[in-house]
């Protein structure tokens, strides 16, 4: 469980596009920094100071292997700002959110059993 | 549906503990500038400042109605980035919440019906 600053840094950390597409292919498995870099369209220096406020946050995680550097997601790294925002919606759209759960779920209906 | 900019303001917003205090109080329904400003132990400024961040992002509004302003969430401010923090879930994680939603809902068991 996060304190308030591990909070404020994962929030800070997922305040920049960069950072958030780093995420986002980090979800599709491990990459090396090149391959982060590469759809970035910045310089090394910034892209490795990008990935040091994601691994300060806790939410990336690397390895140096030989020449390699690899990096991937820290698996529930990001299940507390995710709790956060859910416990703030109002109460209204908490509403919503169990009908729509409720109506996606693939409980069995009188008709099919 | 906010723009890669939006979503950088709202992360930004909440990647302070003195504003996500702000909206886990707004959440329960709108307050004056004075009784958000009470619990934050800070100078009437420096809350100004706070709200103005939070206003920037779009996640408060406020109306000012005599001599008191009003503050309240918008709804659905918090939609995108959840939605967008939903979708980082790693695939291992994303099997278990929806285990986790099946088990929880209320659909009615072969013994019950």
Do not use: Y
Given at each position: ?113
């Amino acid at each position: 469980m996060l304190n308030q600053s591990g909070l404020d840094k994962v929030f800070h950390a997922l305040s920049d596009a960069s950072r958030r597409a780093v995420v986002e292919r980090l979800v599709r498995g491990p990459a090396s920094v090149g391959t982060l870099a590469e759809p970035l369209a910045m310089s090394l220096p910034a892209v490795l100071q990008h990935l040091a406020v994601l691994q300060d946050a806790g939410i990336v995680t690397s390895q140096k292997i030989g020449r390699v550097r690899t990096c991937s997601l820290v698996p529930g790294a990001l299940t507390d700002p995710t709790a956060w925002l859910a416990a703030q919606r109002l109460p209204a759209e908490r509403r919503l959110d169990r009908l729509g759960a409720h109506l996606a779920s693939d409980h069995p209906t009188q008709e099919q059993s």
